[in-house]
T-cell receptor, first 118, second 118 residues
Framework: AQKITQTQPGMFVQEKEAVTLDCTYD???????LFWYKQPSSGEMIFLIY??????QNATEGRYSLNFQKARKSANLVISASQLGDSAMYFC???????????????FGKGTKLSVIP | GAGVSQSPRYKVTKRGQDVALRCDPI?????LYWYRQALGQGPEFLTY????????KSGLPNDRFSAERPEGSISTLTIQRTEQRDSAMYRC????????????????FGEGSRLTVL
């Protein structure tokens, strides 16, 4: 079974500073994908970034980057130059890939609430 | 449509009543997922479909919960004999690719249906 752990219930960051949101995962699968989603107070779920287990380079999308450390089973999200609009819940998630017998559900962590201080 | 559409957005019902929640995925998306999200928690997997076939229903809490997607497009999640513990946000998501086959399958979420059971 897959499990996602986000140990930081809440985080504060000063505007324009960088912040790292932690995510560790547990899986026996060889091929998997890791996702980060943002959920603002409006409730929508916004996809931010994806990392495949076989990707050699860390994924980047604008101000978002994923610090993927496979041996440690961690997939931390780094947000550079924080903006007030980054205040939201952030969810780490994972799913199995390419297995004929597996399920392809996306398993989510409990989330981290990020607050950006002006 | 442009995005995943869910209805009703809000549903208040009395304990013991049946409810049906509808999801209209993004046109052309072959995979459709149902999640439940309690306040302050991450989304919890319920079930998913590839086309009209229900591939995994392991997350459905009990036999009061069922889902269908008869024509491979619109899906309905039905909760029979609702109980207060069923109160939550129910989210639908769709992805373009066949889960586990073609691509990483980023999930696009709808705005959710908030169910309150009195």
């Amino acid at each position: 079974a897959q499990k996602i752990t986000q140990t930081q219930p809440g985080m504060f960051v000063q505007e324009k500073e960088a912040v790292t949101l932690d995510c560790t995962y547990d899986t026996s699968d060889q091929s998997y994908g890791l996702f980060w989603y943002k959920q603002p107070s409006s409730g929508e779920m916004i996809f931010l970034i994806y990392q495949g287990s076989y990707d050699e380079q860390n994924a980047t999308e604008g101000r978002y980057s994923l610090n993927f450390q496979k041996a440690r089973k961690s997939a931390n999200l780094v947000i550079s130059a924080s903006q007030l609009g980054d205040s939201a819940m952030y969810f780490c998630a994972m799913r199995e890939l390419y297995s004929g017998a597996g399920s392809y559900q996306l398993t989510f962590g409990k989330g981290t609430k990020l607050s950006v201080i002006p | 449509g442009a995005g995943v559409s869910q209805s009703p957005r809000y549903k208040v019902t009395k304990r013991g009543q049946d409810v049906a929640l509808r999801c209209d995925p993004i046109s052309g998306h072959v995979s459709l997922y149902w999640y439940r999200q309690a306040l302050g928690q991450g989304p919890e997997f319920l079930t998913y479909f590839n086309y009209e076939a229900q591939q995994d229903k392991s997350g459905l809490p009990n036999d009061r919960f069922s889902a269908e997607r008869p024509e491979g497009s619109i899906s309905t999640l039905t909760i029979q004999r609702t109980e207060q513990r069923d109160s939550a946000m129910y989210r639908c998501a769709s992805s373009l690719g066949l889960a586990g086959r073609t691509n990483t399958g980023e999930l696009f979420f709808g705005e959710g249906s908030r169910l309150t059971v009195l």
